[in-house]
């Protein structure tokens, strides 16, 4: 099959590619290299890639021509400079969603699997089911479930068929570790490796619900190439562990120097997701366990 991935450099979206190509199929690559977490970009050279923005509606739609599935993934993804520059945020998040979502329309696209987040459901009572109401806290997560929106009204008004996926805390290799506001696994281990102390949150006794990046590839590809009931298309799936552990546990598991900063606004207390519906549709269930992951680093 001919996919298309948006976000095809950056953390989860370069392991999309590089399973898409190890299973043999036709990959084009969408990518700025905007998110400013990233300490490197990883463009695979057996696919198609281009530095486009997606916004940028006159240059990327022909990159839609013939292509089965999008694997949406682009995005300002961290919630802090999302609070510092909501605009951004929102253009990203929102023009760049509608402007992917019509040229796979256009295009006659399969499917497009949009990538969202568990920050949208906010400070609901923990485990997150897909029937809770929304609770955006600040602009990431307002402008990622407006996204959400946009794919289930593409779904009801113009028949094309979209998977969304709340992602719970995601770590693994090539996760972003520049600056302070890349996820708290990556930051640990290079502050590890730097021989600084692990800068922990608030009290850290804040739990989250963490996720490698392989079960997400894999949730993915099993829901592009997993025939469903069109009732499941512009629905939410959330992809998490259904376990969380405290931020102080996670940096105990890596160094014992510590130091504690102050808590930052907008963000949840708790994640836990219940991610019985994405097993139950289409089949999915994580495989690595998130300390022996820490152990081997």
């Known amino acids: 099959m001919k996919c298309l ?15 898409l190509i190890s299973l043999g199929h036709e990959v084009i690559v969408i990518d700025n290299e905007s998110a400013e977490s990233n300490e490197e970009f990883y463009w695979n050279n057996k696919s198609q890639n281009h530095k486009y923005d ?7 739609r022909p990159l839609y021509e013939g292509v089965d599935y999008v694997f949406h993934l682009a995005a300002e993804s961290r919630i802090q400079p999302a609070i510092k520059n909501p605009i951004n945020a929102v253009s990203l998040n929102c023009v760049g969603t509608c402007t992917v979502l019509q040229c796979a329309r256009e295009s006659g696209v399969k499917k497009v699997i949009y ?11 923990p485990p997150n089911v897909e029937t809770q ?33 709340r992602y719970f805390n995601v770590y ?8 302070q506001y890349a996820p708290v696994i990556g930051i640990f281990l290079r502050q590890r ?10 009290d850290g006794e804040q739990r989250r619900d963490f996720t490698h990046v ?10 592009a190439t997993t025939d469903v009931d069109d009732q499941w298309y512009g629905q939410l799936f959330n992809v998490g562990n259904s376990v969380n552990y405290s931020i102080n546990e996670i940096a105990n598991a890596i160094s014992d120097n510590q130091v504690y900063i102050p808590a930052r606004i907008g963000e949840a207390r708790t994640t836990l997701a219940n991610s019985d519906k994405l097993r139950n549709v289409f089949g999915w269930s994580p495989k690595v366990n998130l300390f022996d992951w820490i152990s081997e680093q």
């Open 214 to 223: 392989s079960d997400v590839v894999q949730a993915n590809i099993l829901a």
């Open 193 to 202: 490796s730097d021989k600084e102390p692990l800068t922990i949150v608030g």
């Open 54 to 60: 997606i916004r940028d509606y006159e240059n990327t």
């Open 133 to 165: 109401t929304d609770d955006c806290l600040n602009p990431y997560s307002v402008s990622k479930v407006a996204g959400e929106k946009l794919c289930k009204m593409y779904t009801d008004l113009f028949g094309l068929k979209t998977v969304i996926f």
């Open 172 to 179: 693994g290799e090539r996760s972003p570790i520049r600056g």
């Open 5 to 19: 991935v948006t976000g095809g450099a950056g953390f989860i979206g370069s392991h999309v590619v590089d399973q």
């Open 115 to 125: 990538s969202s987040t568990s920050s949208g459901y906010g400070f609901n009572e």
